[in-house]
C-alpha cells in the first residue's frame, strides 16, 4: 500500500546551524506535500506544504523541496533556534484526500 | 475562533473494557479524520468523513474500533473490548472544505489501557 518513509528519525543540530529532514513517497499519484511540527503535549501544526507543480517552496526560515520524478521531498530549517525543537512529520497525499504520515522525526536544537 | 476540541485529554482503562473518546471539529469544516499515534510511531489513519458522503474506514484495525459522526459535528471513537496494544494518542483532525487538504489537529487523547 501507500507509504511514506522519513529520515532521520532524530536529529541534533547548534542553534543557528541548518537541519534537513527527508521524506520519499510510494504513491505517483500524490500532489500535495505537507509539513507539521508537533510540540510536546500538543497536536501536529501545519508549518509549510508544497504541492506537486511546484518544486520549491520558502517562507521565513524553512523551506520544502520537491523531486516528483524521484518520489521525495525535504524540509530545510536554516538559522534553527532552541524553538524549533520539536518533532516534524512530513504526508503526502493519496487518493480520496487522505494523508499519510512518515515516522516522525525528532528536532534537538542545543543553545 | 475556538480550535478542534478534544475530550478526554487523558483516558485510564482496564483490559476488556469498553471506551468513547469525542472530538468537536472546527465549526464549518467539512471533513474530519482520526488518526492514531502509538509512541515513537507515526500518525497511523483510521477514519474520514467528508460531509454527508459513507465514511472512508479503510484505517480501522479491527473491528472493535468504530465511529460515527452525528450532524456533520462532533464526532465519537468508539474501541470495544480495549487492548493493551490500543494504548496510544488518538488524534482528531478537521479540514475546511473537500477541496482542502489542510489539517487542523486536536491535542488528542492519550489512552491508556492497562
Known amino acids: 500500500g501507500e507509504n511514506v518513509e522519513q529520515h532521520p528519525s532524530t536529529l541534533s543540530v547548534q542553534e543557528g546551524d541548518s537541519a534537513v529532514i527527508k521524506c520519499t513517497y510510494s504513491?505517483?499519484?500524490?500532489?500535495?506535500f505537507p509539513w507539521y511540527k508537533q510540540e510536546l503535549g500538543k497536536g501536529p501544526q501545519l508549518i509549510i506544504d508544497?504541492?506537486?507543480?511546484?518544486g520549491e517552496k520558502k517562507d521565513q526560515r524553512i523551506a520544502v523541496t520537491l523531486n516528483k520524478t524521484a518520489k521525495h521531498f525535504s524540509l530545510h530549517i536554516t538559522e534553527t533556534q532552541p524553538e524549533d525543537s520539536a518533532v516534524y512529520f512530513c504526508?503526502?497525499?493519496?487518493?480520496?484526500?487522505?494523508?499519510?504520515f512518515g515516522q516522525g522525526t525528532e528536532l534537538s536544537v542545543k543553545p | 475562533g475556538a480550535g478542534v476540541s478534544q475530550s478526554p485529554s487523558n483516558k485510564v482503562t482496564e483490559k476488556g473494557k469498553d471506551v468513547e473518546l469525542r472530538c468537536d471539529p472546527i465549526?464549518?469544516?467539512?471533513?474530519l479524520y482520526w488518526y492514531r499515534q502509538s509512541l515513537g510511531q507515526g500518525l497511523e489513519f483510521l477514519i474520514y468523513?467528508?460531509?454527508?458522503?459513507?465514511?472512508?474506514k479503510s484505517g480501522l484495525p479491527s473491528d472493535r474500533f468504530s465511529a460515527e459522526r452525528t450532524g456533520g459535528s462532533v464526532s465519537t471513537l468508539t474501541i470495544q473490548r480495549t487492548q493493551q496494544e490500543d494504548s496510544a494518542v488518538y488524534l482528531c483532525?478537521?479540514?475546511?472544505?473537500?477541496?482542502?487538504?489542510?489539517?487542523?489537529f486536536g491535542s488528542g487523547t492519550q489512552l491508556s489501557v492497562l
Open positions: 483532525a478537521s479540514s475546511p472544505d473537500p477541496g482542502s487538504e489542510k489539517l487542523f
Open positions: 504513491d505517483s499519484a500524490s500532489n500535495y
Open positions: 508544497i504541492r506537486s507543480n511546484v
Open positions: 504526508a503526502a497525499s493519496i487518493q480520496g484526500g487522505k494523508l499519510i
Open positions: 465549526s464549518g469544516h467539512t471533513a
Open positions: 468523513f467528508q460531509g454527508n458522503s459513507a465514511p472512508d
